[in-house]
């Protein structure tokens, strides 16, 4: 059957329709080549780690850092600040993707789900709705978060700011975000059972 855009439309007219936003749509055409944000991410972790492999599209990250934990004696907590890192320089030299820009000026979108650890997403809206002001609110969920984070996030952003969600936490220092599977897991695990819970109003 022919998927029904005039009833897509109207659930987003009435704001019931939060978009989710994967690796496909940190993907861009640079010099000619198809390059996204992750899969340059592995690219440079793998080339520290001294990793060949072929990884899946939108899984590099995955990929690379299943392999490295494959070896013994390796110790996962020292990937966090290195992947960080590696974002950081990355996200420097990396337009935002003309699809976020796209998705961005939707004004009638004011709640994002976003499963990357990074910031392009409240880049993009911050660039298509503020001329580039830091006005969007970024709320990562985290297994870990300290007091001071859980106060912040309770407090409900004011009407017509929009709200990026990172489910999976935002890139730092510390294990408190997504680099393979096993941590995916272990977010949906504490969200679903309720041990850890974004606050009410985003709810």
């Known amino acids: 059957a022919e998927f029904n855009w005039d009833r897509l439309l109207r659930r987003i007219d009435d704001g019931a329709v939060v978009p989710v936003i994967g690796q496909e749509l940190l993907?861009?055409?640079?010099?000619?080549?198809?390059?996204?944000?992750?899969?340059?991410?592995a690219q440079r972790l793998a080339k520290s780690l001294e990793i060949e492999i072929e990884p899946q599209p939108f899984f590099e990250l995955n990929d690379v850092v299943s392999t490295y934990l494959s070896r013994p004696g390796t110790v996962p907590s020292e990937l966090y600040q290195d992947i960080a890192w590696i974002y950081k320089e990355v996200a420097k030299a990396l337009p935002v993707p003309a699809a976020l820009m796209q998705l961005a000026a939707i004004g009638k979108f004011d709640l994002f789900v976003n499963l990357g650890f990074d910031s392009m997403l409240a880049c993009a809206l911050?660039?298509?709705?503020f001329a580039g002001a830091c006005c969007t609110r970024e709320i990562a969920f985290s297994i870990n978060q300290s007091t001071d984070s859980q106060e912040q996030a309770l407090k409900p952003p004011p009407e017509g700011t929009p709200v990026v969600f990172n489910l999976f936490g935002r890139a730092s220092s510390t294990d408190d975000?997504?680099?393979?599977?096993?941590d995916a897991l272990e977010f949906i695990h504490r969200l679903v059972s309720g041990d850890v819970e974004p606050p009410q109003w985003l709810l």
Request: hydrophobic content about 30%.
């Open 27 to 41: 993907r861009q055409d640079i010099d000619g080549k198809t390059v996204s944000l992750g899969g340059l991410i």
């Open 126 to 129: 911050n660039r298509a709705r």
């Open 177 to 182: 975000y997504v680099i393979h599977d096993e």
